[in-house]
């Protein structure tokens, strides 16, 4: 019987050393878990913080577009009104030229007449006297 009881010690030994061995080997998954936890935590607190940025930039960004869109477009409108001016501006000048050339035609029209011619030389005279 105290071999069987010295088994029975000799079992129940090993036991609780095998009970010590698992909850050391737990202990130590517990840590790692724990440490893997905490690098997971802060990888995710980076990440999240560099999400953040990259939207607050993509949103300064949409911003800074829209009003480049705006002042594209008012700069395509100035042009288009700049355009009509110029017209606008290119239609009065050919008239005005238009005016100048029929009127230079009239004064040699008018240099050419007798009457031009008369009163050239009568002018010349008087001067003279």
Known sequence: MTE?????DQL????????????????????YTESKVAEFVVA???LTEERDAA?????LAQQDL??????????QDDLIRMNSRVQELETRIAGLIAERDAALQHVRMLEKSAIARFVSR????????
Do not use: N, P, T
């Not at 069987?4 to 029975?8: C, G, K, N, T, V």
């Not at 829209?66 to 700069?75: F, G, I, N, W």
């Not at 009568?122 to 006297?129: E, G, K, V």
């Open 12 to 31: 129940i030994a090993d036991l609780l050393e095998e009970a010590h061995g698992l909850r050391m080997k737990l202990e130590d998954f517990s840590q």
């Open 66 to 75: 829209e009003v480049l869109l705006q002042r594209q477009q008012q700069m």
């Open 4 to 8: 069987i009881s010295d088994e029975r």
């Open 55 to 59: 939207h607050h930039h993509y949103s």
């Open 122 to 129: 009568w002018r010349r005279r008087l001067s003279r006297s």
């Open 44 to 46: 995710r607190k980076a």
